[in-house]
């Protein structure tokens, strides 16, 4: 088996092993596409464009995102990849000048304007996701799968950083800013489409509902803006709670879902069944809800 595969190797072309050599090198520069991506969010480019009326030159947008002239060569260079990755577009003008436009990707990444805008601005997910917290935790893939000492942890962030996610968010203020940012914005999209395409599983909600894990409240509150008639409830952990804004429609709850769930016709669960809690999970041991949805 080993010498066919030698023998392989050296019939492989001169071609065949550049086009190889490249295409390993691309496999590695992978991470550049969401490096960018993250730089043009915190630049807050596609407000940029937005406010320039969806269209803007290259010397435009440096004024408008403060970026220093000395810089312009290497804000081609970024808006190049994202332009590439279908974050952004480019076009040709008749006189020459190079303009950039929001495509569908960077629609979603527009704050400022309107309401509709800043609904679906998913920039506080990209925060969540293209953060350095979440990323060194993959450095750690080898070691999850071969150490022992990484055998009884269930997560590899665990074993990167010697916490879980939660407490990482408790420790750290402003990762808890960034992550609940993120998931506001997440819900507030979400809810959006759940709404508009599965609007009948929402007419049976009954008369309460209550967001189980339910951060701040975007998820619900979208529902109690619907449903004026259901009683909303958002259980979360206390320290979550705590910052949670003032609404009227809401009542929020301190507590730990595996100690107890408030009653309420429905039990909304949304994006928290990670394999750590399915693993873990058992009935809180104080069961205020009815059985049913
Ligand atoms: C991934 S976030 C999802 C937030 C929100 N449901 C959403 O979809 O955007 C998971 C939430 O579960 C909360 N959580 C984690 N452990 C919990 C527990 N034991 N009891 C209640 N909430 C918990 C976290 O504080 C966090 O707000």
Redesign the pocket.
Known sequence: MASHVQEDELTMSSDDLLQAQLELYHHCFVYVKSMALGAATDLRIADAIHLRGGAVTLSDLAADTGIHPTKLSHLRRLMRVLTTSGIFSAEVKASGDMVYKLTRVSRLLVGAGGESSRRRDLSPMVGVFVNPVAITALFSIHEWFTDEKSAASPSLFEVAHGCTR?EM?AKDASDDRV??AG??A??CLSMEILLRECNGVFGSLGSSLV?????HG??TAVVAKAFPHVKCTV???PR?IAGAPVDDNLTFVP????EYIPPADTVL????IASR?CASARKPSRQGTPEGR
């Open positions: 939660w968010i992550f609940n998931m506001a997440d819900c967001d189980v894990g339910g951060a975007a998820a259980l979360d952990l979550v507590g730990d879902m595996f669960l949304k994006t928290k809690y």
